[in-house]
């Protein structure tokens, strides 16, 4: 696996590099803010929609978390865009023997307060109008290998355009603090991924029946 090796020069120049991307959006708006854990590493799972979301989540572990920043990316995608290692970037490779090394390893930075680990846990990129999230496997042998307890925070990233020439990002985000099993995790967010799809349809206040 490819570990991440952080340098403060190139994370100084992902900054700007965050802000540029991020004037692809009319706005950025993060929903229901959460409170950093400060005894406890941050592991938080957003649908996987867009070139764009690691960027966000950059900006949302800096900004709002501020957190150590820390991504799980696929090894083939991190081999091509090998300068996110240096930023936070680590990988996995599904159809190795390394994804043991991976999860593990995910697992030890979890156990670090001043870290944010961000892991998709659709795998790879999918429709954001999907009625369901599906999670791999991983993210709970992720959880398993942790020696301390883990702050887990559900992140939804949806858009618009409405009035707006460039698109209107809102993140919804929850913490959860129920059960660490793939069928509760998955169902909590599905429940809330679907509530946060009903809030976005409801802005601009269309008619009720168009809604139901």
């Known amino acids: 696996m490819i570990k991440d090796k952080p340098v403060k020069i ?8 965050e802000k540029f ?6 706005s950025v708006k993060y929903l229901n803010e959460p409170t950093a854990s400060q005894d406890k590493g941050t592991l938080v799972l957003m649908n996987h929609v867009s070139f764009l979301d690691g960027a966000i989540m950059h900006n949302f572990c800096r900004r709002v978390l501020k957190k150590r920043f820390k991504v799980m990316i696929l090894e083939e995608q991190l081999k091509v865009f090998a300068l996110l290692k240096y930023v936070g970037g680590f990988s996995v490779n599904r159809k190795s023997r390394n994804v ?3 999860i593990e390893y995910a697992a030890k930075l979890l156990d670090d307060p001043k870290n944010a680990v961000v892991i998709f846990p659709q795998g790879e990129l999918y429709s954001m109008h999907l009625n ?3 999670f791999e496997n991983g993210l709970i ?9 883990v702050q887990i925070i559900f992140a939804v ?4 355009y ?20 793939q069928s509760a995790m998955q ?20 008619p009720a029946w168009v809604t139901e």
């Open 10 to 17: 190139i994370q100084w120049f992902f900054i700007g590099v």
């Open 21 to 26: 991307l991020l004037r692809h959006f009319a």
């Open 100 to 102: 043991i090394e991976s």
């Open 132 to 134: 369901r999230i599906h």
């Open 141 to 149: 042998h992720v959880l398993n290998k942790t020696k301390k307890p």
């Open 157 to 160: 990233f949806l858009i618009d």
């Open 162 to 181: 409405l009035d707006s020439l460039k698109p209107k990002a809102r993140i919804y985000l929850q913490e959860y603090t129920g059960e660490n099993t």
């Open 187 to 206: 169902d909590s967010y599905n429940e809330f991924y679907n509530d946060c799809k009903k809030q976005n349809r409801n802005f601009h206040k269309p």
